[in-house]
């Protein structure tokens, strides 16, 4: 496959200071020629522009709609399942059964409970490879079946994320599009078999320092690390082009949220009743809403007599 990423990054991101992991502590036991610090340094600047890609910066701002992140996940289940198959038929491999952790840290059976709680339980017609994501799941695909040591390089850098920044994105996600304080719709980010994110990111690292490798494969595993953060930014590029076309209403249709759940923990402004009693006692703007939401529940028959109400009562509101 030709090496097509790095233009794409330099031309769709700006390059500004990294997340700080403050779970991080420098070991000064390492050297500069153990893998997991050519890895850092061999990928701060694909690292950089992968985090600091406008989807991303928005993402942190709580600036992502629902159907987005939807998409996103669905875009996580093709990669996961593609990284997971090559792990699984490469897991006695000398240089993956080190960091063969399929409890700790497998994604695919989280995504689809993800997948599930969004899309309902006919979820696979849902979901489809994009241009981007092909080219990702292509990749892996060829690596595990024909050079499996480079699959460290795609582990690394999934994972690895997913146990740093990955748990911002959960928090910010969460509060964002209010999804339930219990998880639904979070799954990829719990990892329910890792009681320290910490310790288990130095173990990890430890594990990848004791493969046995020259210093010329260790130098291909950075390489196709730099091209496996091309490869999310290529999708992460795609997912903002999309963006461009979700009207901010597809956000919340077909969530499948009721009034309790939305009282519970999403917008109360949204809530007709809420609406109604922001206009009695004296607050016109929420009527807008109350006449639109209406207007969405109520058949044909009842729209004049719906209008007729909203309008006496508003007098009188004003009269008093």
């Known amino acids: 496959m030709k ?34 610090e050519m890895l850092a340094e061999g990928t701060k600047e694909a690292h950089d522009r992968a985090e600091n890609c406008p989807f ?12 987005l992140f939807k998409r996103g996940t669905a875009a996580l289940y093709f990669v996961y399942s ?42 696979e017609s849902q979901i489809s490879l994009s241009a981007g994501i092909k080219l990702y799941v292509d990749r892996i695909h060829e690596v595990g ?31 964002a599009l209010k999804l339930p304080s219990t998880g639904e719709g979070l799954n990829f980010y719990q990892f329910e078999e890792i009681h320290s994110h910490k310790s288990f990111k ?56 009721s009034h309790a759940e939305i009282m519970h923990g999403g917008d109360i402004s949204k809530c007709p009743y809420y609406a109604a009693k922001m206009a009695v006692s004296g607050n016109p703007t929420p009527v807008v809403q109350l006449v639109q939401t209406l207007f969405r529940s109520l058949s044909c028959r009842m729209v004049l007599a719906t209008w007729v109400a909203i309008i006496a009562g508003f007098t009188a509101w004003y009269l008093l």
Request: charged letters at 35%.
């Open 3 to 36: 090496d097509d990423v790095t233009p794409e990054l330099e031309s769709n991101c700006m390059t500004t200071p990294r997340w700080i992991d403050e779970e991080e502590e420098e070991d000064e036991n390492l050297s500069p020629t153990d893998l997991s």
């Open 56 to 67: 991303v910066k928005d993402f942190l701002r709580g600036n992502i709609k629902k159907e």
């Open 82 to 123: 593609a990284m997971e198959e090559e792990i699984e038929r490469n897991k006695d491999h000398p240089h993956i059964a080190p960091i063969y952790f399929p409890a700790e840290l497998h994604r695919r059976e989280a995504l689809v409970r993800d997948l599930e709680y969004f899309y309902g339980d006919n979820w």
């Open 145 to 175: 079946q024909k050079d499996p040591v480079l699959l460290v390089s795609h582990s690394y850098t999934r994972y690895m994320g997913d146990l740093s920044g990955g748990q911002v994105l959960k928090k910010v996600a969460q509060r």
């Open 202 to 257: 130095q173990l990890y690292r430890s594990r990848m320092n004791e493969l046995e490798l020259d210093p010329e494969t260790k130098q291909r595993i950075v390489d196709e690390s730099n091209k496996a953060f091309g490869f999310n930014v290529t999708v992460f590029t795609e997912l903002e082009e999309i963006g461009k076309t979700i009207k901010e209403e597809v956000q919340d249709a077909g969530s499948g949220h």
